[in-house]
């Protein structure tokens, strides 16, 4: 498995679209494809190394979802149990002003009612960008605000990973991190994935999309489809900013293709086999989602490949990251990819996912 898939890296390396890249493919458990491309520091001339660690932006979610999984299985939480129940200060009303009632379920499955800009308070931090507030600081001013629509109506891609984590940093005691570590992470074997840097040097380089891309300042926006996106390099290392449980860890592909390939197999003794495959199940019903697309626990799941314009299988469970990155679990075929890179906004919605992902499914036929 190698021509196709080295030929769009080289493509995107040569056209600079992307600066450095890596891409790791398992198959009914053995690596079938594993490469470094391009430049970890281009200004420096450094090629980009192996198992570099990166800033995982949304990649943290399913990390953080699988977390609150595990503590389901453990009766620590429930799936329908009303949030207000962990955090009392959690308390959104809907716009006409009746008190909401919003789930674990309903976080997990982006179906809550919030969003994931809030224009009204540039106070509010989204987990890309700096900031000095805990996790009560920050999202009790989210809860300020009415809800978008009544919870479970209505998807809407938002921060209530970031109130999930909230959720689970009470519930466990400590921080998200502690609790992330505990049910996931650490079972797991994920040594160099978390809210911290298991090795500076080792540390990516960002860059932001450009003709061609340039490094990150900080802060940095970076326009994206939806408008810009502001990224905040230096919130990694920040002991002040709030654990943000939809874009904060960082980690490797070795430890991410790690933990997709323990969800396709089961749950990797982490979570148990059956919480899984709900997970990888349509959990959000007939509401509006992208074409042939539904949603689950960990991310998007392709219901209809033709509609969605997708090389793989029903079933398929698909997400990424801003910083560059993205992920996919094909239980049909046996299949866990993970591409990362450093250079955002193209390495997550640009059109470089999209063509690795179509090479990947061309070398499997």
């Not at 790791?24 to 420096?44: N, T």
């Not at 570099?52 to 977390?67: D, E, G, H």
Request: charged fraction near 20%; aromatic fraction near 8%.
């Amino acid at each position: 498995m190698t021509s196709r898939i080295d030929a769009v890296m080289d493509a995107a390396i040569a056209n600079e679209t992307i600066v450095g890249a890596e891409l790791a493919v398992a198959r009914h458990g053995d690596i079938v494809y594993r490469r470094s491309a391009g430049w970890y520091d281009r200004e420096a001339g450094v090629p980009m190394i192996d198992n570099a660690i990166y800033r995982l932006a949304s990649v943290t979610k399913p990390i953080v979802a699988a977390t609150a999984l595990a503590m389901v299985d453990k009766e620590l939480i429930a799936l329908d149990t009303p949030i207000t129940q962990y955090i009392p200060w959690f308390v959104p009303r809907l716009k006409d002003g009746r008190e909401a009632r919003i789930t674990v379920h309903h976080l997990l499955t982006h179906t809550a009612g919030l969003a994931y800009a809030y224009p009204q308070d540039p106070e509010i931090s989204t987990g890309l960008g700096a900031s000095e507030r805990s996790l009560e600081e920050n999202f009790s001013r989210v809860a300020q605000h009415a809800l978008e629509y009544e919870p479970g109506s209505a998807w809407q891609y938002s921060v209530a990973i970031d109130v999930l984590g909230a959720v689970l940093a009470q519930v466990h005691g400590g921080t998200l991190g502690d609790a992330v570590k505990a049910h996931i992470t650490g079972p797991l074997g994920m040594s160099e994935t978390g809210f911290f840097v298991a090795d500076e040097d080792r540390l990516a380089k960002p860059y932001a999309d450009g003709t061609p891309p340039t490094p990150m300042r900080d802060p940095e926006a970076v326009q994206g489809d939806n408008g810009p996106v502001t990224f905040s390099p230096s919130r990694i290392f920040s002991k002040a900013a709030f654990q943000s449980g939809g874009a904060g860890m960082a980690g490797t592909p070795a430890d991410i293709l790690r933990f997709l390939e323990a969800m396709r197999t089961g749950g990797g003794g982490a979570v148990q086999r059956d919480t899984v495959a709900l997970a990888f199940s349509n959990r959000i019903g007939d509401v509006d989602r992208d074409p042939g697309q539904r949603f689950g626990y960990l991310g998007a799941i392709v219901d209809d490949p033709a509609a969605a314009n997708s090389p793989s299988a029903k079933g398929t469970v698909n997400w990424g990251g801003v910083y560059g990155h993205s992920w996919l679990i094909d239980p049909a075929n046996g299949l866990s990819l993970i591409s990362m890179s450093n250079t955002a906004l193209e390495g997550c919605t640009g059109r470089y996912p999209k063509d690795i992902i179509q090479a990947v499914y061309a070398e499997l036929t």
